[in-house]
Each structure stands twice: as C-alpha cells, then as structure tokens.
C-alpha cells in the first residue's frame, strides 16, 4: 500500500464513507491484528491512556507538521510519535531540507487528517500528508491510537501498523 490506504469506498447516498469505518476496512482487507477498545470521549493522549490501560509511551501521537523549503513549496507531515514525547520540529525541518518548521493551523491539519483533533490516525490518508514515526513508538508491540472517533480506539499489532502505513522512519523527538 506504500503508505497510502486504499479509496473510500462510497455509502449507499454516494457520499465517502466514514473515516472510522475506512480504517476498520482497511485493516481487516490487510489482515492487521488489532482490537478495539470503548471508552468515554477524550482525545488527550495522557487521559486516554489511562482509560485504554496502557503506557502513555504506547499511545500514537499524531501531529500535522507545515514544512516551507523557500519561499514556494510548502509539504506537509503527519509526524507520529509516543504519546509521552515532544515532537523536535527542528528535526523534521531538517529532515525535509526545509527553511521553516511549524504546528499546521488545526483547520488545516483537520483537512488534511480527515479527523478533528484528538481523533488524527497514524495513517496518511491524504496525498499531500508524508508519514514520519519516530522509531521509540515502533519498539511496543502494540501501538494505540484513538480510531477517528474519541470514544473508540484501536489496538494495533506494531507490525501490521509498519507494513500497512509504510511511514518514513526517522527520530523526530526530543527529551522532554
């Protein structure tokens, strides 16, 4: 899939499918191992943690990055990281051999994610999103994350999350 999942596939009214349902699609066309897990609505990677009983270190925390090389080109990143680390912009700048680093606006990183914030999947669904995880997140066996939605997230076995999202595999984080 190279990084990029399949279409959505469109509901009975023509309309795309949910982004919720897509994953799960996705994911089970691909043969992941994951589970889902119910909770109340929360989108704060710490506090639902807790809820799911996991290491906050588990926990995928996504994070749309703008990145300018010059004054014309400007890309974009879905840099995702544990849910106890600090994004080190200046490492994705440099990565990206970009002049300037910052947090997308979250209208922008919204439309691009596809979700509202708290609810951004590991996964590039959008062409201009390039996917980057920190290698730390890739040492669980399990990654978590919440699943488009803030009261259901999924388990995912760490090795279907590599093999399906196929993200770029750099250390984006600082100590915090």
Do not use: W
């Amino acid at each position: 899939m190279n990084g990029e999942l399949k279409d959505a596939a469109a509901s009975p009214d023509g309309r795309p499918a949910e982004l919720y349902e897509r994953l799960i699609a996705d994911l089970d066309a691909a043969g992941a191992r994951y589970r889902l897990i119910d909770h109340p609505a929360e989108g704060r990677t710490d506090l639902v943690s807790a809820m799911r009983g996991h290491d906050v270190a588990h926990a995928a925390k996504c994070l749309v990055v703008m990145v300018k090389a010059g004054k014309k080109r400007t890309r974009y990143v879905l840099a995702v990281v544990p849910g106890d680390a600090r994004l080190d912009l200046q490492a994705v700048k440099d990565l990206l051999d970009g002049t300037y680093a910052a947090f997308a606006g979250r209208e922008k990183a919204e439309e691009l994610a596809g979700s509202v914030s708290g609810t951004v999947l590991p996964f590039g669904y959008h062409p201009r999103l390039e996917v980057i995880a920190d290698p730390a997140l890739l040492r669980a066996p399990e990654l978590y994350f919440n699943a488009a939605r803030l009261d259901r997230s999924v388990a995912l076995h760490t090795d279907d999350y590599r093999r399906i999202a196929a993200p770029r595999v750099a250390p984006i984080t600082t100590a915090s």
